[in-house]
């Protein structure tokens, strides 16, 4: 019979953050594109997500055991996010983390160190569409967790053609367990730097 440790899952999961779709930035013809803007407005999800190990667990379960097993899954996740936001709801609010905010500041940082583009011009040849398509905890092995950032980049031209575009998926080094990130908001703040700046880097980098 199949068989899953939640760990093992974590660990898995947290493997498919090493990946990016999409082609490099530098992949870009920039004598077509010389210039970039960035854009005033980053979109962000009001809410932040929350997954642990006993959810990619549950994940498992789902796979290893079809509709039975998706329909645990779905109760244990449901439960378990329900329970995760209420112990971290005040840490992440008292943090004064703005997820939007600081993913356009460190994209724009890493793409200016890459020194591609011009990003100085008054009207640029493309200009840069940022989401951030998630932003909260990701299991970072039994009982951890960390910051957890997906975002999308898009390069536009005048014309309102797609030059290129690319997503990733990054979660923090910096991780802890639910009483740290209840003890101490910084460290949600702190994890979230790290998972955005990385999701800023692979967006941008050689990442593949």
């Not at 899953?4 to 920039?30: E, I, M, Q, Y």
């Not at 802890?176 to 800023?200: C, H």
Request: charged share 25%.
């Amino acid at each position: 019979m199949p068989s899953f440790h939640p760990s093992l899952a974590a660990c898995v999961a947290l493997a498919c953050f090493t990946a990016c779709a999409g082609k490099p930035l530098a992949s870009v013809d920039r004598t077509k594109y010389p210039s970039v803007g960035f854009p005033a407005k980053v979109k962000t999800p009001e809410r932040y997500s929350f997954e642990d190990s006993t959810m990619t667990g549950a994940a498992a379960v789902g796979v290893n055991f079809g509709l039975i097993g998706g329909l645990v899954a779905a109760g244990v996740a449901a439960v378990e996010e329900g329970k995760g936001r209420r112990q971290l709801d005040a840490a992440v609010k008292q943090s004064g983390f703005d997820p939007g905010a600081v993913f356009s500041r460190q994209f724009r940082e890493e793409v200016e160190a890459q020194n591609l583009f011009d990003t100085k011009a008054a009207t640029p040849a493309a200009r840069f569409e940022l989401e951030v398509t998630s932003w909260g905890f990701g299991a970072a092995g039994a009982d951890r967790v960390a910051g957890k950032v997906m975002a999308r980049a898009k390069l536009m031209d005048a014309a309102g053609k797609e030059v290129w575009s690319r997503f990733t998926a990054a979660i923090s080094a910096t991780s802890g367990t639910i009483v740290e990130f209840q003890a101490d908001p910084r460290l949600f703040a702190r994890s979230m730097e790290d998972a955005s700046r990385l999701a800023a880097r692979k967006l941008t980098g050689e990442w593949e």
